[in-house]
């Protein structure tokens, strides 16, 4: 009895109720709620950063399709078109160290807003000349000066044209230089492009260390990559959005299109350059508002929480909840920081794999930001292509190009689990058969058009050496014509002459771009010169070769494109590797700061008066004076535009060369048994878990400065 009423005790004890903790339930809850807006928390700013990602992109790449109609409406050289383009870096590097150093400590949502802003003030302030200079005025022949006036293409002399018109007219000419004179309106256009700099500064380095800080761990490098992988789309968009603006006359909405005389196909033409900056700004202030109303900070993860499991950087962070004494201790961290720049300085720079790889990143991104910024024009130039086609073909063809060729680096580095030395190898051999493709657009080129008094003479011979000389003939030396013209005809013989006068004309029939010329003295085959033939309009297209040449030239383009993306990867991961885990943040810092001062604002400017060195036929501004290039030598052009992408490609190839053979040295046996600790060094190629790829690849681009412009 007593041992079944023990079993019934014991038996009522083990499945007695026992009371319920309800404070662990409201830990439980409240930890949830906290990681459900935590996780809804990053979520919108990750979108939000993608927008904004977007946007920038998309208007910085609209610039670089637009670089033609600027250097047009303003009647600037290339080389001034250069330092507008740089202008943007230049913008950048002013404030990129303070926003730096001080961002972090303020509200960074909201310093990103306030930047997205201040982008869309400069993008607004580029299109803002379009309001101000007045109609877009090109040289053009026209019919008549009055209503009652009717003028001869070919004035035998300027008694024919009544007095009081021709007086008219050149006090229209002199009342319009006056204005013209006193005002340089691409200043607007280099003021709101470094506003862009500026207002761009802060996206990057806050708000991906904004998603660093506040993301889970094992997701930080996936948003980054989300993040990157939107900004590529935003150059696709870019282009299609200037090819679609560039097909549009400048002042549409302002006269008759009726009335104008030339087509998107003439070396005059100017697109609607300024609504595509329209459309950018108003983009970048749309993505601008949901930063406003993000908080300064977020509830950080669980895991972030832990102090051994908290990111290194999480140690330099200043909490508000922090008493006076851990305040004074970070104070003097931040003292210590100071004291070892100079040496943490001097040891990144003793550090030859890095010197050499910056040198040679230094030398290759020379030569792709002037080879991209400039291929509209090559295009246009070399292949007669108009401007809305030319984008739209970088923007659906190479773009993507560069695109895929970036994910192939890292998936290749991924899927063979390639080491440092690996990488500098695939590095090495993208950059070395992406620059062997390039010297195949050599011979994918077009001869020059036949241009008389330029290209050709009148009687079929090559120019001569002072081509102004050579723009007057037997043919036309009855007429009274000014060799500062640009009023482009094609003559039935195929031949392309600078003007109606200079083609000897007497006569026309119709009015605008249906106008055609009669009597023309200098027009026939050029060996006979007939007095009876005619030209219409517009210069003559290319030859019949230059379609199929382009079509390969589009073909080696994109291979080139791929080719060349591919080492990217590759390349961020032995700069990473090859460095001192405490320098890394300081060694990427360093490096896009070279990359933007050394590369970014040079290279379109030097590249720029190298091509001007090309050009036949300058036009003549108004009041005076150089405008813009007309007509360049397609050959010269070639071998300038290519000849010095490829040299400063083989020079950084030569850099590349030395990196790899530092690293065969410091990965030899020989290192290995003289190392005191049996450990190798910073970039040996030992199987360990630092060498081979990790989620690293998935943030290359965050610290790859003109990923854009691998084209």
């Not at 087509?263 to 970048?284: E, F, N, P």
């Not at 195949?440 to 079929?460: I, K, P, Q, R, W």
């Not at 080139?560 to 700069?575: A, E, F, M, N, R």
């Amino acid at each position: 009895m007593e041992v079944s009423s023990k079993e019934n005790t014991q038996f009522f004890s083990n499945n007695t109720v026992l009371p319920v903790d309800r404070s662990s339930f409201k830990s439980e809850s409240s930890a949830s709620k906290e990681r459900q807006s935590c996780y809804g928390g990053i979520k919108i700013f990750l979108g939000a950063l993608s927008f904004v990602y977007f946007a920038k992109a998309l208007s910085g790449s609209y610039l670089k399709s637009t670089i033609t109609q600027i250097e047009r409406r303003f009647d600037i050289p290339s080389s001034l078109v250069g330092v507008i383009d740089g202008s943007f870096e230049i913008g950048n590097l002013l404030i990129i160290i303070l926003v730096s150093y001080f961002g972090a400590k303020l509200h960074r949502p909201r310093i990103i807003g306030a930047g997205c802003l201040i982008m869309s003030a400069g993008t607004f302030l580029i299109a803002m000349p379009q309001f101000f200079m007045g109609r877009y005025q090109y040289e053009r022949f026209t019919s008549t000066i009055n209503s009652t006036v009717s003028i001869s293409p070919c004035l035998q002399d300027k008694s024919q044209t009544p007095l009081s018109a021709l007086e008219k007219s050149q006090a229209k000419i002199n009342a319009g230089c006056e204005k013209e004179a006193g005002s340089a309106m691409w200043i607007y256009v280099l003021l709101g492009n470094l506003l862009r700099g500026i207002g761009e500064t802060p996206i990057q380095p806050l708000g991906i260390t904004y998603i660093d800080d506040y993301a889970i761990e094992e997701n930080a490098a996936l948003y980054i990559g989300c993040v990157q992988t939107v900004a590529i789309i935003g150059p696709i968009f870019g282009f299609l959005l200037g090819s679609l603006c560039a097909k549009l006359y400048v002042d549409i909405g302002f006269v008759d299109l009726d009335s104008v005389t030339i087509t998107h196909k003439d070396v005059q033409w100017v697109g609607a350059w300024w609504l595509g900056y329209l459309i950018a700004g108003v983009i970048s202030v749309l993505a601008g508002i949901p930063f406003w109303f993000l908080p300064k900070h977020l509830p950080k993860p669980q895991s972030r929480k832990d102090s051994s499991t908290s990111s290194e950087q999480s140690k330099f962070i200043t909490e508000d909840n922090k008493d006076q004494h851990k305040s004074y201790q970070q104070h003097v961290k931040i003292a210590e920081m100071a004291k070892d720049f100079l040496p943490s300085l001097k040891n990144l720079f003793g550090n030859p794999v890095y010197i050499l790889y910056l040198c040679a990143s230094i030398i290759q991104f020379n030569s792709l930001i002037g080879m991209v910024t400039y291929k509209p024009k090559y295009i246009e130039q070399q292949y007669g292509q108009t401007s809305s086609k030319t984008n739209f073909v970088i923007g659906l063809i190479n773009i993507p190009a560069v695109a895929f060729g970036i994910f192939s680096g890292g998936l290749i580095m991924k899927k063979f689990r390639i080491n440092v030395l690996g990488a500098a190898k695939l590095s090495l051999g993208s950059s070395f058969f992406g620059y062997l493709l390039l010297l195949s657009l050599f011979a994918m080129g077009c001869e020059n058009s036949d241009v008389a008094g330029l290209t050709v003479s009148y009687h079929g011979t090559k120019r001569m050496t002072d081509y102004e000389q050579a723009l007057f003939s037997e043919c036309n030396s009855g007429c009274a014509c000014s060799k500062n013209d640009w009023d482009p005809i094609c003559g039935e013989n195929g031949v392309t002459y600078i003007s109606a006068c200079l083609a000897g004309c007497q006569a026309f029939n119709g009015t605008g771009k249906n106008t055609v010329f009669f009597n023309c003295s200098c027009v026939g085959t050029l060996e006979s010169p007939s007095p009876r033939s005619s030209a219409v309009v517009g210069p003559c297209q290319k030859g019949n070769e230059c379609p199929r040449m382009f079509l390969y030239f589009l073909v080696i383009s994109v291979i080139t494109s791929y080719t060349l993306s591919v080492g990217g990867t590759p390349g961020y991961i032995l700069l990473l590797r090859c460095i001192k885990p405490h320098l890394k943040s300081f060694a990427l810092g360093i490096y896009t700061l070279a990359i933007r001062v050394l590369a970014g604002i040079p290279a379109p400017v030097y590249f720029g008066v190298a091509i001007d060195t090309t050009c036949l036929k300058w036009g003549s501004k108004r009041c005076g004076g150089r405008g813009a290039c007309r007509l360049y030598d397609s050959s010269a052009l070639r071998y300038v535009y290519l000849g010095l992408t490829l040299v400063l490609g083989t020079v950084s190839i030569f850099f590349s060369v030395a990196v790899l053979w530092v690293l065969r040295k410091r990965s030899s046996p020989r290192d290995e048994t003289l190392s005191a600790n049996g450990e190798r060094g910073a970039c040996g190629t030992k199987s360990r878990k630092d060498n081979f790829v990790n989620s690293d690849h998935l943030i290359q681009s965050t610290y790859w400065p003109e990923k854009e412009t691998r084209l």
